[in-house]
């Protein structure tokens, strides 16, 4: 066997090996869904489980829409059961407690049997039925839908885009006014096979807007900025795409948000960038860490090896053949290829969800393949990550929302940075915590402390909650000794210490 021989047999050895340990991440459950096209799926919580909604084609542009309910019935066991949830493809879903009775509820928009266009908001009863709750939600098709509470007023607003059954392309903003639905008059470019995804990208508790897809001028993207009860252009120029999708996330723990987006450009071409947010709601396009560029493409997110950072799901096609990529967040290294095995799938949809309740994140797949298969595969993600056990004392609380009619609860807040926190131009380790409280309403101490902070250090990065928490004690004495372990454990890092007390 000559040399060049022996070397590529070791390449395709080694490779074969990686892609095993890779693979064996993700296990096909035994009995799947139906494979579906042009489809779109979510994940629903119901009595402490996750079941699976899926809609889509049987058949590639037959119109033969389908949206099946399946009931988590036993161990990997998924069985279709009536749901009363009507038929469609072409179209997107979320879920969120809309009416806030405890149930998750399911709004949809997409092209239904008979060729006509659906939307609409669908109640989850207690016996796994949902029934329409009547709205003025117009019926769209190759766009997407998403709950979010826009006007920060605590209830749910719906945000929906794509081309009506006149082929009028649209993106509007339906604000909930006491449960029912109001079309907000906003000047937002319309869309079809694309995306409009919400986020508060500028940390003022009021959701902004990234809209990707093919408007009547040509291929887009497009950031809208609330600003003043209306949504202002954000100057910058991002790359138009169509047959495009989009996702914020933030990527590093820096507490901005950053986003992916993936589709089609003006000239036929793939097209996958992540796009890094700067200083006063600019953003640069980061590497492309050896990601693929796709079209037609669906993305979703979550930390899927418990490690703390979010991961991406990708799927889509090139211009030779669809892919699936689970990509790991290496934090400042990038993102790498987990060479996951899954099949290549386009005009489909990928979603993380939790649905053996074991820590970690599985993944549904459904489109169609190279082969022109239609694919729909659940697979149970085999990490399994360690969880701490309870404490049977209960003297910390885990929860950022606790039972009040049990307390009092007495709490400091602290934060971490590796930053240039009194604008000195050397970054360095810094560690800010409060003095004790007793917290009267969810978040108060947080929003207290966020506020502070802010002011006496202007230069500070906005983070959500999940980079300044929040601990709960049932005693004063509890915490104080808390605090101080957390002050002795920064110490012996050589953090310094900022106190931020009221």
């Known amino acids: 066997m000559n040399k060049l021989t022996k070397n590529t047999l070791l390449f395709i050895v080694l490779n074969f090996q990686v892609f095993i340990l890779s693979a064996q991440i993700f296990t096909e459950i035994a009995k799947q869904p139906q494979g579906l096209v042009n489809a779109s799926a979510v994940w629903i919580s119901k009595d402490s489980k996750l079941d699976l909604v899926h809609s889509g084609e049987a058949i590639l542009n037959t119109m033969q829409a389908k949206t099946i309910y399946y009931k988590q019935t036993g161990a990997d066991q998924f069985s279709p059961i009536n749901s009363g949830l009507p ?286 298969n239609l694919i729909g595969n659940i697979y149970r993600n085999n990490i399994n990550p360690e969880r701490p056990q309870e404490d049977e004392m209960d003297i910390f609380i885990e929860s950022p929302i606790v039972d009040y009619s049990r307390g009092p609860y007495y709490y400091f807040v602290f934060s971490s940075c590796f930053c240039d926190l009194e604008n000195t131009g050397i970054k360095s380790y810094n560690m800010l915590i409060s003095n004790i409280h007793q917290q009267k309403k969810d978040f108060d101490l947080t929003y207290k402390f966020n506020e502070i902070l802010l002011e006496k250090y202007p230069g500070w990065n906005w983070s959500d909650r999940g980079h300044r928490t929040s601990n709960a004690f049932t005693s004063v004495k509890d915490a104080d000794e808390g605090r101080t372990q957390v002050i002795g454990g920064y110490n012996n890092d050589n953090f310094k210490i900022h106190y931020i007390n009221w």
Not at 229 to 235: E, I, V
Not at 324 to 342: H, R, S
Request: contains cysteine; aromatic residues 12%; negative net charge.
């Open 87 to 372: 038929a469609f493809s072409r179209g997107d879903m979320d879920v969120a407690d809309f009416n806030k009775d405890g149930l998750q509820d399911i709004v949809l928009s997409g092209l239904a049997t008979g060729n006509k266009t659906i939307a609409g908001i669908y109640i989850q009863q207690g016996n796994n039925v949902f029934t329409h709750l009547p709205s003025t939600l117009p019926g769209l098709l190759d766009g997407s839908v998403e709950f979010g509470d826009f006007d920060n007023d605590g209830d749910l607003d719906v945000l929906s885009s794509g081309s009506d059954y006149n082929k009028i392309l649209v993106t509007k903003i339906f604000e909930n006014r006491d449960g029912k639905l109001s079309e907000i008059p906003y000047k937002l470019p319309g869309v079809q096979y694309g995306c409009a995804r919400w986020t508060d990208a500028n940390h003022d508790k009021m959701l902004d807007i990234l809209v990707s897809g093919l408007s009547a001028s040509g291929p887009i993207t497009r950031i809208y900025v609330y600003q003043n009860n209306d949504y202002k252009l954000l100057p910058q120029m991002f790359p138009g795409l169509k047959h495009s999708d989009a996702a914020w996330f933030d990527h590093n723990l820096d507490g901005k948000m950053e986003f992916i987006i993936s589709g089609e450009t003006s000239s036929g071409m793939p097209f996958t960038k992540i796009y890094r947010a700067m200083k006063d709601l600019q953003y640069e396009e980061l590497p492309e860490y050896g990601m693929r560029q796709l079209m037609n493409t669906s993305i979703d997110i979550s930390d899927f090896d418990a490690d703390g950072d979010p991961d991406i799901v990708i799927c889509g096609e090139s211009l030779e053949r669809p892919y699936t990529y689970v990509y790991e967040n290496k934090k400042d290294v990038g993102f790498k290829d987990l060479m996951a095995g899954l099949p290549g799938v386009s005009n489909g949809t990928v979603r993380w969800g939790d649905y053996d309740g074991d820590g970690d994140y599985d993944l549904f797949v459904t489109g169609i393949d190279v082969c022109f």
